[in-house]
């Protein structure tokens, strides 16, 4: 299955992706991620990126389009790929369209995570990752079952994105609003788009994803 989850800052994209890896054997493919591995490389275009995403504004579209391009060739996506937050404007939109035509991979579907703005503020406050799996962590929504252990690799270290601060998540909000919510009705115009309450718990949001990609299979 080809899938996009679309959604604001702090929604769930990252965690619902992760669990369409486990349970699915997706790819997930989160640009948010690529820049950062970049940015901690110190590579030309992560440099670039991580002062860019430090005030938490869009990455230029050539970069990401590059990017997920590039990745798009690499033989795992066959197998099917979750998109976790690309793309984020019409630009990159149009661009992916043109990308899976050309690679032969369409499309199945876009699921769009609505969460109201107070919980998106209040989740990117509280998230936390594993250093070194990446498992997504919550102070209050998700912790792991042992503290300080992390549930899926055992590591003990754990880190905080530099863009998770209040101030930054106004920015994030606002680039949201300006350049990614046009996409809802960009793919709602193309019968692709499902709406998910993200405000439920993780596993109710996972079940309401599971019901509509049985819909997109049937
Ligand atoms: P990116 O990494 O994509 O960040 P984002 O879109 O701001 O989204 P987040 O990763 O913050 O949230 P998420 O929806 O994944 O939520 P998560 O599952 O972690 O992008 C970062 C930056 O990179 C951008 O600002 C930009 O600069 C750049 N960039 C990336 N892609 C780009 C592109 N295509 N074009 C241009 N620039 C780009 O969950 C959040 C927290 O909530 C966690 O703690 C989690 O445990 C908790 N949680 C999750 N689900 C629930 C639930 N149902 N109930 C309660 N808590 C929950
Ligand atoms: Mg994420």
Excluded: W
């Excluded at 919510?181 to 115009?189: E, H, K």
Aim: proline content about 5%; aromatic content about 4%; overall charge negative.
């Amino acid at each position: 299955m080809r899938l996009i989850i679309l959604g604001p800052p702090g929604a769930g994209k990252g965690t619902q992706a992760q669990r369409l890896v486990e349970k699915h054997g997706l790819v997930q493919l989160s640009t948010g991620d690529m820049l950062r591995d970049a940015a901690a490389a110190g590579t030309p275009v992560g440099k670039q990126a991580k002062a860019l995403m430090d005030q938490g504004s869009l990455v230029p579209d050539e970069v990401v389009i590059n990017i997920i391009s590039e990745r798009l060739d690499e033989p795992d996506v066959r197998k099917g790929f979750v998109l976790d937050g690309f793309p984020r404007t019409l630009k990159q939109a149009d661009a992916l369209e043109g990308l899976l035509a050309e690679k032969g991979l369409p499309l199945d579907g876009v699921i769009l995570l609505a969460v109201d703005d107070d919980a998106l503020v209040e989740r990117v406050g509280g998230r936390y990752t594993c250093a070194k799996c990446g498992e997504i962590y919550h102070d209050a929504n998700k912790k792991p079952a042992v503290e300080g252990v992390c549930d899926v690799c055992g590591s003990h270290e754990f880190k905080r994105r530099a863009d998770d601060n209040a101030e930054t998540m106004r920015t994030r909000l606002h680039a949201f609003y300006k350049d990614t919510s046009p996409l809802v009705g960009y793919y709602y115009a193309k019968g692709r788009l499902r709406t998910v309450d993200g405000m439920a718990t993780p596993e109710k949001v996972a079940a309401a994803i599971e019901d509509v990609m049985g819909e997109l299979k049937g």
